[in-house]
């Protein structure tokens, strides 16, 4: 039966029973690790891939879908005259999001790719509510409505305990890379409008504490809050501390604790993670 089918990256923090129950296609990113090849959610896990960044001589290498692995994909959904919708990860952090768009031109199927602005649980939960719609009959427009306003009612915020990883892969001169971490700077940033902002920046652990303490703060009063996610690298105090108090102030909110992806553990480096939250208003 005809119907919209749902495809993301494996950046979007989805756990195995969310994409069986909802019939969800994850086309993978691919990750080099001292020259070795893996495939996410294939020959390596989110769990898997942070000990072996740690120990690895240089910067791991991640690498997005090949436009052919997208073209069939598509292809393949397609068959029975399904639509296809495709949310991807924010075009600041991958080019993910166009080979998809380059895919969709040559695929026989019908198919829609939408930047969601977002990664991680932020992805997903544009993609949950997409695919809840789908197993609905929803029809396409429904489904973009849909996520326009998740997407509009999530906040994702991020934490660098180090800027080390931002460094080797070139998005930071090295020079103030070093200053930066001999002054322990910790720095707080959030993902808007498809980009990430350094919202906060100061030293030590206490800087962050000071910034997630706003954020519950702003939490508090961000009426029917529906869905919490922390995705981290490596566990810190700061991120343990945080936990208790989600746990304290939202006990009936459902939370999702993982680790990140290959490809956040990457850009960011060990200690960091990211508190992301939606709330549907209406």
Known sequence: ???????????????????????????PL???IDNTVYVERDTINNETFVPKM???????????PPVGKFVETFNKL??????????????????????????ATISTSDVTVVDSQSTDRGLAFQVLEAAELAQQGADMQTILNKIAKVRENTRLYLCVMTLDNIVKGGRLHPVAG???NFLNIKLGLQVTGGKLK????????KSLRKFFGRILEDMKNTPALKKIGISYVTETNVLKETMTKLKEEFPDVPLL???????ISTHT?????????????D
């Open 54 to 64: 740690l120990a690895a001589k240089d910067l791991p290498k991640t690498s997005q």
């Open 257 to 263: 604790y993982r680790v990140t992806s290959p490809i």
């Open 78 to 103: 397609g068959e029975d005259g399904s639509q296809i919708l495709c949310l991807n990860m924010l075009e600041a952090i991958s080019g993910t999001i166009h080979a998809a768009e380059q895919a």
């Open 178 to 180: 070093a200053i930066t």
């Open 30 to 32: 691919t990750v080099m």
């Open 269 to 281: 480096g060990e200690g960091a993670f990211a508190l992301i939250y939606y709330s549907d208003p």
């Open 198 to 205: 350094i919202v906060s920046k100061g030293r030590g652990d």
């Open 1 to 27: 039966m005809a119907n919209v089918k749902i495809v993301t990256d494996s950046s979007a923090q989805l756990t195995d029973d969310e994409i069986s129950k909802y019939g969800i296609t994850v086309v």
